[in-house]
């Protein structure tokens, strides 16, 4: 069952009202309801999860560490490291996936509950970084067909 937003009256500080709505202005691609929605959401995310922030890029907006990589780049350095390396559990998993990405392990293991938190979110973009590869791939290898390769 997916709740339903709930209507609700806030009242801001003139000076928080007013970057806010530059904030909207900007970002034209929301309202004022949703750009609360979103930063007030965001702002509790990282209360949770101090050693995450948030990102806008061409892939959208999303989760990182601060002063490091996508929480989902480090989640897939973990998925990685359990394939090459399935004999490896726990601490190891956690030092060689920091090893590979030269991530901290305390920021890894704040990657890894934040995506233990909001799995879908974070899936999604590995699902999508995938496929983006899987087509590179296969445009690199029609590229060098073409040149006798």
Do not use: C
């Not at 709505?21 to 900007?26: C, G, L, R």
């Not at 995450?52 to 061409?58: A, L, M």
């Not at 920091?98 to 704040?110: D, H, L």
């Not at 909001?118 to 445009?139: C, I, K, N, S, W």
């Amino acid at each position: 069952m997916v709740a339903t937003p709930s209507p609700s009256s806030v009242r801001f500080e003139p000076r928080v009202f007013e970057r806010l709505s530059a904030f909207v202005a900007a970002n034209r691609d929301l309202t004022l309801s949703s750009a609360t929605s979103r930063l007030v959401d965001e702002a509790l995310r990282i209360r949770e999860h101090p050693l995450i922030t948030f990102k806008d890029g061409p892939a959208g907006r999303r989760a990182r560490l601060v002063g490091g990589p996508d929480v989902w780049e480090v989640i897939g350095a973990i998925r990685s490291v359990r394939e090459a390396e399935p004999a490896l559990a726990g601490e190891e998993v956690l030092e060689v996936a920091a090893e590979m990405s030269g991530t901290p392990v305390p920021f890894i293991r704040a990657a890894l509950a934040y995506w233990s938190d909001y799995p879908e979110e974070v899936d999604d973009f590995l699902d999508r970084a995938h496929v983006e590869a899987v087509q590179a791939l296969a445009a690199w290898e029609r590229q060098q067909e073409l040149l006798g390769l």
